[in-house]
């Protein structure tokens, strides 16, 4: 039961793409050939179906919460200092990542360049690659560390070269001091350490213990030089708060000011890897600890075959759109700056905006994911935030006014009765939990007569009224195969009312198949089955209690339409996965349409309507509503 909370496997801890191969089964060369197509023939199906009104106002079940009103500047992990090999020429990539219009990245002052040896200093590329960027008015968020191989007690044969074991931490601390000291009239941001929650960045294991009192000791050394420095955690897991929780508990919560998380859900798509749910772990334990900003330093696809996916899901046009999305929806999500990874391709990891070309030098080689950060940075600067208006709707299928009809079948460890603590009615459902060991502890409630899922069913989710811990509540789906498919629709968070939800359509991991026989996807009809609330962290041992109330099911046309604004113009960005043809209504008799490249065209109304085809790549729509 310990499966990743949104949508993941527990047991492949690794996140951004590194050393030591797939972690995923190769799909059978026709299935691969189906995902492939199968977009391309639901887009042409949709076509030839009646186009689709786009709602008047938002759609209460998918609203979002915590967002700035005004979207950032989305930015780029840009990487000069440390492989363009090139100092003298360092203005040839910062003028690409100017014109993406980024104005915030993230650039490795790593220890190994900087001192190869304790008794030398080199700033050679750190120097320039500085330099460039913030000419061109670019913000820098500057990562220290890993350690360098004379400074740990794994040295290996290059003492001189990058060590990913723990530092003595008074070398570290004198190397901070030395970066900071030469850089802070320029460079503000801090992040400590890169994924230090992470078995390849700290060898041979993660120890937060040792990590809080380098982060301790790390943050007084900054601060003492730059009292206004704002630092970073060294970019979390955050589908896991186990690291951070107990990073917290070693006191280091108030060593740093920002939360850097990682949320590589590839090579699910954003949508089905419930991008959106990203931060709901992290912001419940914030609410113990104290309210921290939430930027993200790392996310992105590859555009081909990688550590993360061998096979190579996701394709160069997809890599594009997913940036798009997966932007937007952290935005959404209330993170205050998110950082694309990254700008050029590695050989065998194509996560770049850029290929590999012909070396490391080589900036030439675009792919469409370049024109795609640019045109979205383009597109929103100094858009504010309207309201969503996506093409779903909510069912309730269980009301929770009776708890009839449930059986406990896993576990002598909780409880299911009524209540009248309600969101809506007179009843809700109390869910009692007392977790006894420092194992897996989990309660699963059966129905007697699973609940058939009606229409097209593209969500599930439930109302919970949490008790302020991160554990989490899941839900089991049989299908028309006879598969059961588990579900996390979260971590239950404070007390109060809110909405916990997760998509159903994607592919799930074998760690979520209860049942299997299937093909890991739900195949209507389907039915639920069951609710189950499971500790998450193994370690915690207590007891509580939450309440859940009109468990509902999200179905509709899979539509997405944020509306922004400008200078009394609105701006609708619009996309769907499968493909439709919608209708939007509005007051202008011509609008501006904006492909993902930044082609724009000129669309006309008829009878106070606008009529486009969707897909997967976001539109751009300008008018006058």
Do not use: C
């Not at 007390?495 to 159903?504: D, E, K, M, N, R």
Request: hydrophobic fraction near 40%; charged fraction near 20%; avoid cysteine.
């Amino acid at each position: 039961m310990s499966q990743h909370p949104f949508r993941h496997d527990w047991t492949t801890p690794d996140r951004r793409p590194a050393a030591g191969g797939a972690r995923r089964a190769h799909l059978p060369a026709l299935q691969r050939l189906i995902v492939r197509i199968l977009p391309v023939l639901l887009a042409l199906l949709m076509l030839s179906t009646a186009t689709v009104p786009l709602p008047l106002q938002a759609t209460p079940a998918l609203a979002p919460t915590n967002i700035p009103a005004t979207p950032p500047s989305f930015g780029l992990n840009s990487h000069l200092a440390t492989r363009y090999p090139d100092p003298s020429s360092m203005d040839v990539p910062a003028a690409l990542v100017s014109e993406l219009g980024v104005n915030w990245v993230r650039e490795d002052i790593h220890w190994h360049r900087v001192q190869p040896r304790p008794d030398m200093w080199d700033w050679t590329f750190s120097d320039a690659a500085l330099r460039a960027l913030l000419s061109r008015g670019i913000n820098v968020l500057g990562v220290l560390g890993p350690s360098v191989g004379w400074a740990t007690p794994h040295r290996g044969d290059v003492p001189n070269d990058v060590s990913y074991y723990p530092p003595d931490t008074a070398a570290f601390v004198e190397y901070v001091r030395g970066v900071v000291t030469r850089y802070h009239r320029y460079v503000n941001h801090w992040e400590i350490w890169n994924e230090p929650d992470h078995a390849i960045f700290w060898r041979p294991d993660p120890d937060p213990a040792a990590y809080a009192d380098l982060l301790i000791r790390t943050a007084a050394a900054i601060r003492a030089i730059d009292p206004e420095a704002q630092i970073l955690i060294g970019g979390i897991n955050p589908f896991d708060t186990t690291f951070l929780r107990a990073v917290a508990e070693h006191g280091a919560w108030d060593s740093f000011d920002i939360i850097a998380i990682h949320p590589y859900v590839d090579p699910f798509g954003p949508e089905d890897g419930n991008l959106a749910a990203a931060t709901h772990g992290v912001r419940v334990l914030a609410q113990q600890y104290g309210a921290k900003p939430i930027w993200v330093t790392e996310l992105g696809w590859a555009s081909g075959p990688g550590d993360r996916d061998a096979t190579g899901h996701t394709d160069e046009q997809l890599q594009a759109s997913y940036l798009l999305r997966a932007m937007l929806m952290l935005w959404e999500a209330g993170i205050e700056r998110i950082f694309w990874y990254s700008f050029k391709d590695d050989p065998g990891n194509p996560y770049g905006l850029l290929r590999v070309g012909s070396g490391r030098s080589d900036y030439s080689a675009r792919k469409p994911a370049f024109a795609a950060l640019r045109t979205l940075n383009q597109q929103v600067a100094g858009a504010t935030y309207v309201e969503r208006r996506d093409l779903f709707e909510r069912q309730v299928l269980i009301d929770f006014e009776s708890v009839q009809g449930w059986r406990r079948v896993s576990q002598p460890n909780g409880t299911l009765q009524s209540s009248t603590r309600a969101y809506r009615g007179a009843g809700a459902a109390e869910l009692g939990y007392n977790f006894t060991t420092r194992q897996n502890d989990y309660v699963a409630f059966e129905r007697e007569q699973p609940i058939p899922l009606a229409g097209r069913p593209y969500a599930i989710g439930a109302w919970v009224y949490g008790d302020g811990s991160t554990h989490g509540l899941k839900v089991w789906i049989r299908d028309a195969e006879g598969e059961v498919l588990q579900f996390v629709l979260g971590p239950v968070g404070a007390a109060g009312w809110h909405f916990l939800q997760t998509p159903i359509g994607g592919e799930v991991e074998p760690g979520n198949v209860i049942v299997p026989g299937g093909n890991r996807r739900v195949d209507v009809p389907a039915a639920l089955q069951a609710v189950v609330f499971d500790d998450i962290v193994d370690g915690f041992v207590g007891a509580g209690t939450i309440w859940i109330d009109d468990l509902s099911v999200i179905s509709g046309h899979e539509v997405y339409d944020l509306r922004l604004e400008r200078d009394g113009e609105a701006l609708d960005i619009l996309w769907s996965p499968p493909g439709a043809r919608v209708t939007l209504a509005t007051q202008a008799a011509t609008a501006r349409l904006i492909d993902r490249s930044g082609l724009e065209n000129a669309l006309t109304a008829q009878d106070g309507r606008l009529r486009l085809t969707l897909g997967p790549a976001p539109v751009y729509l300008w008018h006058r509503r």
